[in-house]
């Protein structure tokens, strides 16, 4: 067993989560105060990206996929494994998304482009580092340049 506590919470943004636009929106993510002081975000300020890491927790567990799906339910697109895509639909519920660092103000930090919604509990907070991302060309089938169109 894993046992996980939030590090904080999504404090605006989307209240529910549509599939596209989400380039434009921004969120603040509270740590929890009684866990974290304001130097838990130091520094944080220097970086123009961070790696967000929630918990899609509006998903029941009847709704929770371990098999092959078509992404979105389109037809057109392949059925691939839930690991072979990005859905919230996931054995662990775990979200991941890069955004940008709009401000770091106490225990808060302030976002653009978190594609979490309000109220999410966030597991972790990284910054984005070049060394980290990956080396050479990146591969992905045609219909994720597809599915990705519209989604920033």
């Not at 890069?98 to 660092?101: D, G, I, N």
């Given at each position: 067993m894993i046992a996980m506590a939030p590090?904080?919470?999504?404090?605006?943004g989307r209240s529910e989560a549509v599939d596209d636009d989400w380039g434009a929106s921004r969120a603040r993510i509270d740590l929890d105060p009684a866990r974290f002081g304001p130097d838990a975000l130091?520094?944080?300020?220097?970086?123009?990206?961070?790696?967000?890491i929630f918990?899609?927790?509006?998903?029941?567990?009847?709704?929770?996929?371990?098999?092959?799906?078509?992404?979105?339910?389109?037809?057109a697109w392949p059925k691939v494994g839930i690991f072979a895509q990005r859905g919230k639909n996931r054995p662990n519920r775990i979200g991941l998304c890069?955004?940008?660092?709009i401000a770091v103000d106490g225990l808060a930090l302030d976002?653009?482009?978190?594609?979490?919604?309000?109220?999410?509990?966030?597991?972790?907070?990284?910054?984005?580092?070049?060394?980290?991302?990956?080396?050479?060309?990146?591969?992905?089938p045609a219909w994720v340049e597809e599915i990705m169109k519209d989604y920033w």
């Open positions: 590090v904080g919470h999504v404090r605006g130091a520094g944080l300020d220097g970086f123009s990206h961070v790696e967000v918990v899609f927790d509006r998903v029941g567990e009847d709704e929770i996929t371990t098999g092959a799906r078509h992404p979105r339910g389109n037809t890069t955004c940008r660092v976002v653009e482009g978190l594609d979490a919604i309000d109220g999410s509990p966030v597991l972790d907070i990284k910054p984005l580092m070049k060394g980290f991302q990956p080396r050479g060309e990146i591969r992905e």
